[in-house]
């Protein structure tokens, strides 16, 4: 997998979200802030980028994305509830759409192997879109975070598409 679909895929949701004069916000935790990353490799990325979030641990996701702790000790922090708490809890003040990142991609965790990621997008107004990923757990740890912001990033555009 390149990072080059990857830097292709962020210019075009940067192009996207510009012209619907859209704004994000992301949270992320097994890709580690890649995901921002690459839109910030763009020119224009301040006007729809508006913050993000690295949770990695599960005190950050709650104490900076609200996850209440009952969803964290009930389904664990790698799972669609989660995943759709963070893009709720990261776009709660003022962005447009919510992103968000928590999986596996190092040894198995919560019982669940490494390749389970969950992925979701937050829209004010609508039920928040979340799925999930199972990967080949043995790609490399830099192959499965861009193959992780590649999926994410080709929903972002399916969901801009079917929500604006």
Same mark, same amino acid.
């Given at each position: ?6 830097? !292709?895929?962020?210019?075009? @949701?940067? *192009? ?11 949270? !992320? ?17 301040? *006007? @729809? ?5 690295? +949770? =990695?641990?599960?005190? +950050?996701?709650?104490? $900076?994305? #609200?996850? %209440? ?13 989660? +995943? ?8 709660? =003040? ?9 999986? @596996?991609? #190092? ?9 389970? &990621?969950?992925?979701?997008?937050? &829209? +004010?107004?609508? !039920? ?8 080949? %757990?043995?790609? %490399? ?11 994410? $990033? ?6 801009? *598409?079917?929500?604006?």
């Amino acid at each position: 997998m390149a990072t080059n679909e990857v830097n !292709e895929l962020a210019g075009m @949701v940067l *192009e996207e979200l510009q012209s619907r004069g859209l704004t994000i916000s992301i949270a !992320e935790s097994c890709t580690g802030g890649l995901a921002s990353s690459f839109i910030t490799d763009f020119d224009g990325a301040s *006007e @729809v980028l508006q913050y993000s979030v690295i +949770a =990695y641990s599960n005190d +950050a996701k709650e104490e $900076f994305l #609200g996850i %209440p702790s009952y969803v964290l000790q009930n389904f664990g922090a790698i799972s669609l509830e989660c +995943a759709k708490l963070m893009a709720e809890g990261v776009a709660i =003040y003022g962005a447009d759409l919510g992103l968000a990142t928590t999986g @596996v991609i #190092g040894e198995a965790i919560e019982g669940k192997l490494k390749g389970t &990621v969950f992925i979701a997008i937050a &829209v +004010a107004g609508r !039920e928040t879109y979340a799925r999930e990923l199972k990967l080949d %757990p043995n790609l %490399p740890r830099e192959a499965m975070k861009a193959e992780i912001v590649r999926q994410l $990033f080709i929903t972002l555009l399916k969901v801009i *598409e079917e929500a604006f």
